[in-house]
């Protein structure tokens, strides 16, 4: 099924974008397949937990996977970290999550 997410992009504009659950993509991706961050700004490792680039903030309380220890050790070093941020890689699409609201941390 597809699920509905709110991603503002870098210039502060809310796109509502849907996003499919059934085909492994996790939030970098989505971001990346709508085009809402330049190429080369966003997903640079490729989704390995070892860039930020794909740090986002999330504004709905939605039920998340907790961090993995890669994801906590790259946002410990990370610029414009705060107390809601995420690695987007690692947030892989499921239904719970429709309804999902985040913002992308500014490029660094
Ligand atoms: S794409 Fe590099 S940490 Fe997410």
Do not use: W
């Not at 966003?42 to 930020?52: D, E, L, P, Q």
């Not at 998340?64 to 906590?72: A, N, Q």
């Amino acid at each position: 099924m597809d699920i509905k997410i709110n991603i503002t992009d870098r210039a502060g504009v809310t796109h509502e974008v849907l996003a499919p659950t059934d085909m492994a993509m996790n939030l970098m991706e989505v971001v990346r397949s709508y085009e809402l961050a330049p190429e080369g700004t966003i997903g640079i490792c490729g989704g390995m937990a070892m860039c930020a680039s794909c740090q986002c903030y999330v504004l709905s309380n939605t039920a998340l996977p907790e961090m993995s220890d890669d994801e906590e050790a790259m946002l410990s070093e990370a610029f414009d970290v705060r107390e809601n941020s995420r690695l987007g890689c690692q947030i892989q699409m499921t239904p719970d999550m429709n309804g999902l609201q985040v913002e992308l941390a500014p490029e660094s």
